[in-house]
């Protein structure tokens, strides 16, 4: 072979060469997966790792991770910073062995790289309809089972990806978005089922909760949270208002593998302010309901606010404890409810055992035995307007991430204390694309700002009793990390992400990151090192130890 | 066609789509609504008896009940500043006006916004049930004789720890601008209330309260410099009631009436956006 030829040849060869690399960075190997159901229930042992919405099947939000600490919490700093240009990021990721899954409004999805930030790849969702949404385009989080993660979307389908390429592997709707359903919560993956909840009871649909067949996405049982007529709970509705009434599913639950058990949230009824229309106690609206994984059938529900009119929906994070309660082991689940108070229930027959105020309210005397509050008089909103009326339309607590810590036995979570003026309207029409309102929660009021700010509440989940609290200027929307490192980290409307010491409530760090913020935070371990992260704003930022 | 008349059209044609881009950009948001109705299709008796249900709880707690005005502007005068169309209020109603305290509604279905309008429309049929007694000129000296621009500016000129009140006559009934005169700490504005700090070493600053986190607190104090403290540094900080604008109850009455008769008269023309 001449070596003019030779050399054209071997020149080849290095080009094609030199192209190799770059190709297999374009498909990274997976790395952590799959994700089996048996890692899933068994989380806590992966504290490396963030793989379910709340942590755990409990939604414990807590980590044993302990390199943070109370004597160097001081030294943390931000690692790097994932851009989203969209408004109001509300998303918890998962995180597997250095790998992010991160979901961005409206329903996008994007693979990170847990060292540096960097995206992996991205899902880039469009909307197949305009939806009609109440409280802006957000989106929650996912779920991962096996190598597949799971997003429900603005338009109200079920997606599941390969999380090796973000590639679609089917997709379900869940419900018409043009009759007002929307979907912004992480789906729950529990054995080879994908449970997915539904919102939009701020436009009139009828709630339900749904499992799929993880594999094929085909549907394996609805749980209807608004009864049929002649169903169980159909006496609590009216005439037609049934078929509006709300009771959406719009945080994720939480699962308890001994009694096979999923628990799961409920939103107010609607009309929102409106109750003329829908006289009785409106179930399962503002419930909890405890149904079989594998059938959806109701084992129990518990109401805690009956014929709701402030919008206080019951889609806080269920938090699982088996603890004692009057001085016996008991199976429980704890809520502080956005109604303004903590309740305990027995998790096995869902036995109301105590319900404790801890903000302040205005419209119950008290909680009864039996868990039904008694109602004050005035409290419902007027046509012109009732502003007497505490805790506020976003109540005392509302979506965010709750945090239990076993170290401290302690549950933390953000309270709001607020008052507001709320107003009714005629009750409204059902129709598409429009709210389904029946008034509202503000209507120009100006309150001053002791009538408007938060706390971060470190309590005794058993008894409601609280241990210390940390004042907050306004009324917080971030939820709660707490770590064996003793600490609590959350953040502040004002954009300030802080830690505290979880046994006295000593901040002992912050971070000014200038925008507010809608998240919880989360940790987990990078090339060995602990990072924290937490949307900020249109931003996630991570921060490490220097 | 030679090659200087082709470059002429060019740039003409150029010329023409900028202009039409920027008069696009300046339009504001939400402005440009293809579709909705010039006239109010929701105006039959039971819509406005449905508007005024509405209205009474949407919007009387800051423009009145009855369209008197308040905190926000009259609506009972037959004048609106952003246009008098149905459409124009209609648009006023969903999309709020930025920079001022008048939200939008964007989740309120688009019958119940029509029905609104309907009764604002009704409202302002009713003419201003108090007329304004004082004269306009008059007034003015009354605001240079008590000094009010050593707060309040109006074209720019004046100064800046009041309110500006170039517009205000368009902002606000006369009913309340008689109160801020008399009373002034009754209903203050969002971005002048006021505070007052005590450091640790016993220094009292205090003026409008600017920005506030957890951490730190901003302020413009009554000389316009703008100051920053941390709280860790403050020994108190404090949130008075009070406006610092001095009450004026002993203002004779007919001073009072010229100078309610001459900041109702302020009224910024519209700019032909």
Same mark, same amino acid.
């Given at each position: 072979m001449p070596e003019k030829i030779l050399r054209i040849v071997s020149l080849l060869g290095v080009a094609v060469l030199a192209m190799v690399p770059p190709l297999m960075g374009q498909s990274p190997a997976p790395r952590g997966l799959p994700v089996t159901y048996e890692r899933l229930l068994k989380a806590? $042992? $992966?504290?490396?790792?963030?793989?379910t919405y709340g942590g755990d099947y409990r939604s414990h939000h807590y980590s044993s991770l302990k390199e943070i600490t109370v004597d160097n919490v001081h030294r943390l700093r931000a690692k790097w910073i994932y851009q989203m240009h969209r408004p109001k990021v509300e998303a918890t990721p998962i995180v597997v062995d250095g790998v992010m899954y991160l979901t961005r409004p409206p329903s996008d999805v994007i693979a990170l790289d847990a060292e540096t930030g960097r995206a992996l790849w991205t899902f880039e969702y469009r909307l197949a309809a305009s939806v009609y949404t109440c409280c802006g385009q957000v989106n929650r989080g996912l779920a991962i089972l096996g190598a597949t993660l799971f997003i429900t979307t603005l338009d109200a389908k079920l997606i599941a990806l390969d999380a090796r390429s973000g590639r679609v592997l089917w997709k379900k709707d869940l419900a018409d978005p043009g009759l007002n359903y929307t979907a912004t919560s992480a789906p729950l993956a529990i054995k080879d089922k994908v449970i997915a909840g539904i919102a939009g009871a701020e436009g009139g649909i009828r709630g339900f909760l749904d499992a799929y067949d993880a594999q094929t996405g085909e549907r394996v049982w609805r749980f209807w949270t608004i009864p049929a007529p002649g169903e169980p709970g159909s006496e609590t509705w009216k005439g037609d208002s049934w078929k509006y009434g709300g009771g959406s599913t719009w945080i994720t639950g939480s699962y308890d593998p001994e009694l096979n058990l999923v628990y799961w949230g409920t939103g107010n009824p609607g009309p929102d302010y409106n109750g003329d229309v829908r006289p009785g106690d409106n179930l399962y609206t503002c419930s909890l309901l405890a149904l079989d994984v594998d059938t959806g059938k109701l084992k129990w529900h518990f109401q805690f606010t009956p014929h709701d009119t402030h919008d206080w929906d019951a889609t806080q994070v269920p938090v699982l404890l088996d603890s004692t309660f009057d001085g016996r082991p008991r199976k429980l689940v704890v809520v502080p409810s956005r109604n303004g108070f903590h309740y305990v229930l027995d998790r096995v027959t869902g036995a109301f055992l105590l319900a404790k105020q801890y903000v302040r309210q205005t419209w119950a005397k008290e909680i009864d035995k039996k868990g039904r509050p008694v109602l004050n008089p005035n409290q419902d909103p007027t046509y012109e307007g009732n502003d007497l009326v505490w805790p506020g339309v976003d109540g005392g607590n509302n979506w965010m991430s709750p945090s239990y810590n076993p170290d401290t036995k302690l549950l933390y979570f953000n309270a709001r204390e607020e008052r507001r003026r709320y107003f009714k309207t005629d009750a409204p029409e059902f129709r598409p694309g429009e709210a389904y309102f029946g008034g509202g929660g503000g209507g120009g009021a100006r309150f001053r700002p002791e009538e408007s700010w938060g706390r971060l509440i470190a309590m005794m989940p058993e008894t409601g009793e609280i241990k210390w609290e940390h004042r907050i200027l306004t009324p917080p929307w971030a939820g709660t990390l707490s770590t064996a490192g003793n600490l609590v980290f959350s953040a502040t409307p004002s954009g300030n992400f802080y830690a505290l010491d979880a046994r006295t409530g000593k901040e002992l760090w912050h971070f000014n990151g200038g925008d507010r913020v809608f998240a919880s935070p989360i940790t987990f371990l990078s090339r060995g090192k602990q990072l924290v992260t937490i949307p900020i704003g249109d931003i996630l930022i991570a921060f490490g130890l220097d | 066609m030679n090659i200087y008349l082709m470059r002429r059209i060019f740039l003409i044609t150029y010329c023409l789509m900028s202009w039409a881009l920027a008069m696009q950009a300046q339009r504001p948001a939400g402005q440009s609504r293809p579709g909705l109705p010039e006239t109010n299709p929701y105006s039959t008796t039971s819509d406005l008896d449905a508007g005024r249900k509405l209205y009474v709880g949407r919007c009387g707690h800051c423009h009145g009940k009855n369209g008197e005005g308040g905190r926000g502007a009259t609506l009972n005068s037959g004048r609106f500043r952003y246009g008098t169309s149905d459409r124009e209020i209609f648009l006023v109603i969903r999309n709020g006006i930025p920079n001022t305290e008048m939200p939008g509604t964007f989740s309120t279905p688009e019958a119940e916004v029509w029905r609104i309008v309907a009764y604002v429309r009704q409202l302002s049929r009713q003419g201003a049930p108090e007329p304004v007694t004082g004269d306009t000129a008059a007034g003015l000296l009354v605001y240079q004789k008590n000094g009010c621009a050593s707060c309040h500016s109006i074209d720019g000129k004046g100064a800046i720890l009041g309110p500006d009140l170039s517009d205000i006559g368009a902002k606000r009934a006369a009913l309340y601008l008689r109160q801020s005169i008399?009373?002034?700490?009754a209903d203050i504005p969002l971005d002048y209330r006021t505070v007052e700090v005590i450091s640790i070493t016993g220094k009292t600053s205090s003026g409008i309260h600017l920005n506030e986190d957890e951490y730190s607190i901003h302020m413009r104090n009554m000389k316009g410099d703008l100051l920053s403290f941390m709280k860790s540094e403050l020994k108190e900080i404090k949130l008075p009631r009070d406006s610092l604008m001095p009450d004026y109850a002993s203002l004779p009455k007919d001073d009072l009436e010229n100078l309610v008769a001459y900041l109702g008269s302020l009224r910024q023309t519209r700019r032909a956006e």
């Open positions: 806590t $042992e $992966e504290p490396g790792n963030w793989l | 008399m009373e002034p700490s």
